[in-house]
Nanobody
């Protein structure tokens, strides 16, 4: 069993910064892609940023230059540093990891429970 546990959400003013982290916990697994998605009220979940184990990155156009994703492979932890936050980026941010359990041939997508980020003055 693998769990993705997020932390770091909260209230931030427009233009402010916030950092999120997510750790995969459990045993006997390999984490491949890790990333962050968000879902605003009334909207579909969307990719924010993704990072492969080989450190190739993918960002949504709307966050390029403001958000930075990073990871520590040894601890299966992914971080998202968010700067110059905008009101419309208020959303629940979900951690995602493509994880293969020991003994299984293929991996699957795993999700954290989400952490709320509120951008408001």
């Amino acid at each position: 069993q693998v769990q993705l546990v997020e932390s770091g959400g909260g209230l931030v003013q427009p233009g402010g910064s916030l950092g999120l982290s997510c750790a995969a916990s459990g045993s006997g697994f390999t984490v491949y892609h890790m990333g962050w998605y968000r879902q605003a009220p009334g909207k579909e979940r969307e990719l924010v940023a993704r990072l492969t184990r080989g450190r190739e990155t993918n960002y949504a156009d709307s966050v390029k230059g403001r958000f930075t994703i990073s990871r520590v492979n040894a601890t299966n932890t992914v971080f998202l540093q968010m700067n110059s936050l905008k009101h419309e980026e208020t959303a629940v941010y979900f951690c995602n990891g493509y994880i293969r359990l020991m003994g299984e041939v293929a991996g699957r997508s795993n999700w954290g429970e989400g952490t709320l980020v509120t951008v408001s003055s």
